[in-house]
Each structure stands twice: as C-alpha cells, then as structure tokens.
C-alpha cells in the first residue's frame, strides 16, 4: 500500500498503472508533424505510402511531392503562421497539404465538404485566409467566395474545370509554381509548441469554435499510440474513409500509419452499405471509421 498518496490525482497521477516502464519513460520528441513523419520512414523509401483509386505512392514519392508542394506554396507568398483553409475530400492531396503547410510553418484549417459558401467564408474570414483549397464539386460558387473574403487564390486540387477567376489554380499549376520558387527547400524554425492545426468543435453548446493543436499535441498522441500498440507495424495496409475535417481522422488516421510506415489507403463511403465491399476490397489490417 502506497502510503504516499496525497489525494490529489494531478500529484498521485493514478492513471500511471495501466502504463508499462517503458511508455511512462518514452520521451515524445518535439519536433514538427513533418519531420516525425519524414524521419521515422528513412528506411522505408521504397515502401507503399498511399494507396487511392489505383493508384499508389511510395514514401519517396510521397515526400517529392510534399517538398514540391511547399515551394509551390511558398511561391504563392504563403507566409509562416499563415492560416490555409481546405474544402477537400478524401484524397492524395489532402496528406500532401498536411505536410506541405506543415514544412514552411502555415497552419491547416480543413473544414467538412459540402459546407455552404457562406460558412466557408466566415471560416475563412475568422482567421484571415487568403487561400483556399477546393474540390471542384464542393466549390458552391467561385465568385462569391472571392467577393466576401480576403482570397487572393483558390486551387482546385481534383481534375480540371472552367473557371472565371485568373487567380483559380487546377492542381497541377499549382504544383509547377514549385519551380519560381526563391526560397525552393525552406523548412520552418517554428515552435513545435505553436498552432499548426485547426479542429472545430461539434457545435452542441452553440456556435462550433476554433481548437489550436499544436505539433506537439499531434506528435504526443501519436507516439503514445505507437508505443502502446505493439499490433501497428510497417508495411500493414490501413483503411481510411473519412476526410481531415477532423483532429482525430488527422491525427490517428493520417499522421499515425504514415508515422509507422503503413500503407495509408483510403477511398470514398459514400453509403455504409458498402463498407463491407471496400473491407473485403481492401483487406485492411487496420481502418479508421469515423462518422459525424
């Protein structure tokens, strides 16, 4: 019997128990979502990091087209601290802007498909973005978002369709504007500790309001997960179906197979009655399933 106890859970820390020696003495690394990825794959190169649609990237390419996503944006004058909002789906360019902001020191703001325009420039305008990532089917109305916000580019990162405005980007422009860079392989210094993602609160005590997550919150969580789940190895296949909206499809269905060198595999759910097929399609080790 522990005759030290003092009664007060912040000093006794009771939860401790369920913990093993080695995750209450693992030290979590500070250090950007970016570099904890990058480093924990070095050996695994050539290993399938994305599987979607057919289509399959290994880490190598994976991070080729994290870099050049970051001068692109570089190019188009993001700056550190910078808030750059999403309006995608599912996708491989949802990870690469993941990382991508990440690397230069911006900061992601995914918001759910499908959100009215007005929503989506209220959001943008809470935290002053000035670009906007859009899946050609969810961009309600070009112009609209560029009368009522401060919008200086919106990138469509799917496909290629007709656009009014000369300041709207198809993906592969955008990728290219990665060559003009004066600044080609910049890395942020930033404070692992500051703001890199935004999560939104469900809304049920009132308006959703703005969640700060910083690096280290990211890291922590998912270096925890890694410890203590000795079943996540490198080279499993992970299923995911749900889009970045949210911290926890980010952080555990993102950042923690990629961090363990998985196989990230995601596809589209559009009815739950084919969850099954896409299970037997895929025959996953592990899958996230989400549902809002």
Not at 236 to 244: I, Y
Request: proline content about 4%.
């Amino acid at each position: 019997m522990n005759n030290n106890l003092t009664g007060y859970p912040s000093i006794d820390k009771p939860w401790l128990k369920y913990y093993t020696e080695e995750q209450i003495n693992s030290v979590i690394p500070e250090k950007l979502v970016y570099d904890y990825m990058r480093d924990r794959n070095k050996n695994n190169l050539n290993l399938t990091a994305i599987t979607f649609m057919g289509q399959e990237y290994t880490y190598a390419q994976l991070f080729e087209i994290i870099d050049k996503a970051a001068d692109a944006l570089l190019s188009l004058g993001v700056s550190e601290g910078e808030v750059i909002t999403m309006l995608i789906p599912v996708c491989p360019e949802e990870v690469f802007l993941f990382y991508a902001i990440n690397k230069i020191g911006a900061i992601s703001n995914f918001i759910m498909p499908a959100t009215p325009k007005e929503k989506v420039c209220a959001i943008m305008n809470e935290h002053e973005s000035r670009f906007l990532f859009a899946f050609p089917f969810f961009l309600e109305d070009e112009a609209y978002i560029y009368d009522n916000t401060k919008c200086k580019n919106i990138i469509l990162t799917q496909g290629i369709m007709e656009y009014k405005n000369t300041n709207t980007l198809v993906w592969d422009n955008f990728l290219s504007m990665a060559d003009k860079c004066d600044k080609k392989g910049y890395k942020t210094k930033k404070n692992p500790k500051d703001t890199m993602f935004i999560a939104k609160t469900g809304g049920t005590t009132g308006v959703s309001k703005s969640v700060m997550l910083s690096d280290n919150a990211f890291n922590a969580a998912v270096d925890q997960i890694i410890t203590a789940v000795k079943e996540y190895k490198t080279g499993d296949r992970w299923l995911r179906l749900w889009p970045a909206f949210s911290a926890t499809v980010a952080a555990a269905a993102i950042h923690l197979p990629l961090s363990v060198g998985m196989n990230n595999t995601f596809d589209m759910l559009e009815d739950f009655k084919d969850f099954d097929n896409l299970v037997m399609k895929y025959k996953p080790n592990h899958l996230e399933l989400f549902q809002c």
